[in-house]
Nanobody, 121 residues
Framework: QVQLIESGGGLVQAGGSLRLSCAASGSIFSIDGMGWYRQAPGKQRELVAGITSGGSTNYADSVKGRFTISRDNAKNTVYVQMNSLKPEDTDVYYC???????????????WGQGTQVTVSS
């Protein structure tokens, strides 16, 4: 089994910064894409930022220039540095990863449990 454990959420004032981390553990053979999503109550989960195993990144238009995604492949960890936070960034943030395990040839997408980010005005 694979687990994704997130950390770093919390309460911050508008204009402030937070750094979220997500560490994958378990029977991991390799990890392809990793990403961060967010979801507000009653809304669909949306992509915030993604990063490939080679380091290519993509971002939602709403966070470009403010958020930076990165990963440490040796630690199976993905990060997102969030700067210039706005009240509309308030959401539950989820990380995900496409993982190949030692159990077989297939890859599966795993999700973290979510971490709350609240930006006060």
């Amino acid at each position: 089994q694979v687990q994704l454990i997130e950390s770093g959420g919390g309460l911050v004032q508008a204009g402030g910064s937070l750094r979220l981390s997500c560490a994958a553990s378990g029977s991991i053979f390799s990890i392809d894409g990793m990403g961060w999503y967010r979801q507000a109550p009653g809304k669909q989960r949306e992509l915030v930022a993604g990063i490939t195993s080679g380091g290519s990144t993509n971002y939602a238009d709403s966070v470009k220039g403010r958020f930076t995604i990165s990963r440490d492949n040796a630690k199976n960890t993905v990060y997102v540095q969030m700067n210039s936070l706005k009240p509309e960034d308030t959401d539950v943030y989820y990380c995900n990863a496409v993982v190949a395990t030692h159990a077989g040839p297939y890859k599966y997408m795993y999700w973290g449990q979510g971490t709350q980010v609240t930006v006060s005005s």
